[in-house]
């Protein structure tokens, strides 16, 4: 089928139509002028200096709770009530998660060897306040941390400091 010139424009007046109408679209529900991915970016982006494909935010100090993330997720379970049943999902192979107390966000606990147990540094620490230093990582929406340190946490220590 062969088309005639005019007929050839009419299609891709229309084609540059629609791309306009669905980028005029994402700018809108974006909540400003739809950006340009090929902008350049100042030296000192850390985008420029190579961040990791990883995802990693960087060190930082959680104080929380550890917590078995999926009854946390499916009954609100958490505390020492809850440490009897999260102790026996954890070494059933549940990993095990800090719930932040601050902004109620959960960081899954994260090896730093592939194999490698992440709970066995928070065990001990079931269902209690804590003090947690690590590498958190982001990804599809998850957060997870590499654990350096952890201690017991009270508010009346932490105020005493």
Excluded at 88 to 104: H, P, Y
Aim: net charge positive.
């Amino acid at each position: 089928m062969r088309l005639s010139r005019a007929a050839l424009v009419v299609a891709a007046v229309l084609t540059m139509a629609a791309v306009v109408a669905l980028a005029q679209e994402k700018a809108a529900t974006t909540g400003g002028a739809a950006k340009s991915t090929t902008a350049a970016k100042p030296a000192s982006s850390s985008a420029t200096k190579g961040a990791p494909s990883s995802g990693k935010l960087g060190v930082r100090t959680i104080t929380g709770e550890v917590i078995d993330p999926s009854c946390w997720v499916i009954n609100g379970a958490k505390g020492e009530a809850h440490k009897e049943c999260m102790v026996a999902c954890a070494k059933s192979g549940q990993t095990l998660a800090i719930l932040e107390k601050k902004t109620n966000k959960v960081y899954i606990l994260a090896a730093e060897r592939p194999g490698e147990d992440p709970n066995k540094s928070v065990l001990d620490y079931a269902g209690q306040p804590v003090l947690v230093k690590g590498k958190v990582y982001t990804r599809g929406g998850i957060m997870a941390i590499q654990i350096a340190s952890i201690e017991p946490y009270s508010a009346a220590k932490a105020a005493a400091h």
